[in-house]
């Protein structure tokens, strides 16, 4: 069978690229530019999630497809997640049902369900937050729906929802960790203790998988989506604590007042609005609600129906990490470039 992976250069997607070919299926992997380091045995197709054509011709001739890329971050103007993330992803399921492949696993997010308001042992009961002042969430939300509407007979999807995927090789959370403690500027918020479910890449990868057998082979999952995690929610402070010290990081000596950090936030992303600033500012509204409250998923759901355990344990993938930061992952000498 041959599938389709979107966000084959980065991070997860590299990794369920990888997690397939070793599995005996053929890769083909949708890209915009090609990328050094992406897997020797998997075909490349030039394309774009804004050009219809460029994704029917990628997608033709495969039976599956797995969706890993997606614009991430906590700043930036609503149109242009919306247009990569949703409009993007209604383009790819559309190219896939007019190319006759049979199913589509997306990778959705927690954030689609955040309220601003502690999530424990949340289910997928929950309804969507639908809040347009956190643009990546209500973008991948819009993206989460229209594939599972999009189940039929014929066209089997469903969607995944890891959170805070981490481990050797990201390009985006443990760089930005990692630059921000060098320099004396990153924070933790005060309160708690606040319970995250940060997940292995490693396990992540292994859920598509999962998600993909069971609707090879026929399984009732089509329609649905379903949380993906360590299921070991940790104290957010230690776990930042022992990522810093996995990769050889100064550690967080202070925490900031919960209401400091709202402040701060409202005056830095005043300034970036205000003056048009580039990039993104030190600290924003949906950063501090993140760090002031609880968010962990129960993964009982995928456990059941597709038979997602995480193989490797939160001391195993610290202890790969910080293996890795020793070879030089992550070396101020030579820091990685993006995502």
């Not at 084959?8 to 590299?14: A, N, P, T, Y």
């Not at 497809?65 to 997640?81: F, M, S």
Request: contains cysteine.
């Amino acid at each position: 069978m041959r599938v389709l992976v979107t966000g084959g250069s980065g991070f997860l997607g590299g990794k369920v690229a990888e997690s397939l070919l070793a599995e005996g299926f053929d890769v083909r992997l949708l890209m915009r530019k090609a990328k050094a380091g992406s897997p020797a045995k998997a075909e490349v197709a030039m394309g774009e999630l804004g050009d219809l054509d460029s994704l029917r011709r990628c997608v033709k001739g495969c039976q599956a497809v797995i969706h890993c890329a997606a614009k991430c971050g906590v700043w930036g103007p609503l149109a242009d997640y919306v247009e990569t993330n949703a409009m993007g992803t209604a383009r790819l399921l559309e190219a896939a049902r007019q190319e006759g492949v049979s199913y589509f696993v997306y990778t959705s997010t927690l954030s689609v369900i955040y309220n601003k308001a502690s999530l424990e042992a949340v289910t997928e009961a929950s309804p969507y937050a639908a809040d347009p002042s956190a643009p990546y969430a209500y973008s991948k939300m819009l993206a989460e729906r229209a594939v599972l509407l999009a189940n039929g007979p014929g066209f089997k999807t469903l969607a995944l929802r890891p959170h805070l995927i981490w481990g050797p090789g990201d390009q985006n959370l443990l760089p930005r960790i990692a630059e921000r403690a060098r320099r004396k500027r990153l924070f933790l918020l005060s309160g708690g203790p606040y319970l995250i479910d940060a997940v292995y890449i490693d396990n992540v990868a292994r859920a598509h998988l999962d998600a993909l057998s069971k609707l090879i082979d026929g399984a009732p999952v089509g329609g649905q989506a379903f949380f993906v995690g360590q299921d070991d929610p940790q104290n957010l402070s230690q776990f930042v604590g022992r990522l810093l010290e996995a990769i050889n990081a100064p550690p967080i000596r202070a925490l900031l007042p919960v209401e400091l950090g709202r402040v701060s936030a409202g005056v830095f992303e005043w300034f970036w609005r205000a003056f048009g600033l580039k990039g993104e500012p030190p600290l924003t509204a949906f950063t501090v609600d993140q760090l002031s409250s609880s968010h962990w998923p129960s993964v009982a759901k995928a456990k059941k129906l597709l038979g997602y355990s995480p193989k490797v344990s939160v001391d195993e993938g610290l202890a790969k990490l910080a293996e890795a930061a020793r070879a030089g992952y992550l070396s101020p000498k030579n820091p990685p470039t993006g995502r």
